[in-house]
């Protein structure tokens, strides 16, 4: 496998900057185009504002690479596909930079960030059996075979999270499909499709979801326009910078981040149901790659805005980190009524606001409820 010094990052084909490294090799170097920066949009507002100039990663916590292009590389289920697959090819993946990790993903990852030249690693074949899918999937995790995984890693569009997935288009759009894990329960894709339910019900905007084959839940997604148009899409954690590994973001950061980068209150209700949805049904795995933004054009005045991203797994997890929510709530693990309220108060939420909210995701949340915040 040919090593990666220099990546273009391409947004629809068009260039966006110029990604590469230090003369170490140890940090992410990045510029934008002169043409993006005259009429496009940072692709990360915190960490790489719209300017000229090279903008240089920091050592930590993504080690040298930037969180927006780390949103673009596989975690979790992901990570350990791509690991086989190239122990497959005797390589050893500890030894590849982010850049060589971008290469691999070149137009095949989520988002409409693409990085070009790209490596090709494996055949490209689309597979639409579902239950061949999951039986693959679980010979793989469970170490039965390892020949797999490239295609397993090709069909999960370079996708994040620990379970395993596949992305798939019909007639009726484009889909991203779950399949059980080794320790997962065998109904685990009918209570997401339930949870997505009851949160529709209660005002949080999901992605169209639908039950494929009985047994395997399927969203939306909600990276790609009704005419086929990739979305730049950026994690809480991406923009953020903070890494997965390290669960210590807290609600109120959330809350200040949709404010900042949207200036919508819409959206700033919405993530608030998503806090108060995740504590009431025991959803803890509410991490900082489970939130995210996009980018769309205003139809009126042609300005490219940021927006909150669809809510997306949305279930019951019981074990989180350590027992806990991976997001804490006014700095508590076991937040009462009483910080709920702070959280929406800090973030100008009027307290009577908060509280229609609240009472509201109580009724909605009542048949799964499983915490008292009282």
């Known amino acids: 496998m040919r090593k990666s010094e220099k990546l273009k990052v391409m947004f629809r084909g068009r260039p966006v900057g110029t990604l590469s490294l230090t003369p170490d090799n140890r940090l992410n170097v990045f510029e934008y185009e002169k043409s993006w920066i005259a009429d496009g949009f940072s692709i ?6 719209l300017k000229s100039g090279v903008f240089i990663a920091k050592p930590q916590p993504f080690h040298g690479d930037f969180g927006i292009f780390e949103d673009s590389m596989p975690d979790g289920y992901g990570r350990y596909l791509l690991h086989k697959a190239l122990l497959g090819k005797g390589i050893n993946d500890s030894a590849l930079s982010s850049l060589d990790r971008l290469a691999i993903v070149g137009d095949n990852g989520m ?80 209570r997401e499709y339930r949870y997505n339910e009851i949160a529709r019900k209660c005002g949080i905007t999901v992605p169209d979801f639908r039950l494929v084959n009985g047994r395997y839940f399927a969203s939306r997604r909600f990276d790609i326009d009704s005419d086929g148009n990739r979305l730049h899409t950026a994690t809480a954690g991406g923009l953020l910078c903070i890494s997965l590994r390290q669960p210590f973001m807290d609600y109120s950061n959330l809350l200040a981040l949709t404010g900042y980068i949207t200036q919508s209150r819409d959206d700033v209700e919405q993530m608030y149901r998503r806090m108060l949805f995740n504590y009431l049904t025991d959803n803890k795995d509410d991490h900082c790659k489970n939130f995210s933004f996009y980018v769309v054009k205003d139809s009126d005045t042609g ?54 909210i609240i009472d509201r995701m109580r009724f909605g949340c009542r048949e799964i409820t499983r915490y008292d915040m009282d």
Request: charged share 25%; proline share 6%.
């Open 44 to 49: 990360s507002p915190l960490e790489l504002p």
């Open 111 to 190: 988002g409409a960030l693409t990085y070009s030249p790209a490596v090709m690693l494996e055949r490209e074949e689309t597979v639409t059996d579902f239950d061949k899918l999951q039986q693959i999937a679980l010979e793989v995790l469970k170490e039965q075979q390892d020949s797999d995984a490239g295609l397993l890693l090709y069909n999960s569009g370079n996708s994040g999270g620990a379970r395993p997935k596949a992305v798939f288009s019909d007639a009726d759009g484009h889909w991203l499909v779950k399949f059980r894990h080794t320790y997962d329960p065998g109904d685990m894709g009918a």
């Open 303 to 356: 300005a490219w805005r940021w927006r909150l991203a669809p809510a997306y797994d949305l279930t019951l997890c019981t074990e989180g980190y350590n027992g806990e929510h991976a997001t804490s709530v006014n700095g508590k693990g076991r937040p009462g009524l009483s910080d709920f309220i702070s959280a929406g108060t800090k973030i100008r939420l009027p307290e009577v606001r908060c509280r229609e």
